[in-house]
């Protein structure tokens, strides 16, 4: 099991870089000294509003829509 969290850390900061975050503590640390980029608080933008949609918006579904047939 380390082996597998030490490889896919290194394999993360190979693949994207030093500067992009490894896992949610790293970014959530990185958010906090204000070192995300413009990009990476878009996604975070995006990805809460997704959410936010399927959890607190209307159901959109076809089985659940009254105007689907």
Known sequence: MTV???GYNVGVRWWKGPDHP???FTWRRMEKE??????MLQ?????LDY???RFFGGWTDPFSSSDAY
């Open 4 to 6: 597998y969290i030490v």
């Open 22 to 24: 490894i896992n949610r």
């Open 43 to 47: 996604k975070k933008k995006t990805v």
């Open 51 to 53: 959410y936010k949609s």
């Open 34 to 39: 204000g070192s995300l980029s413009e990009e």
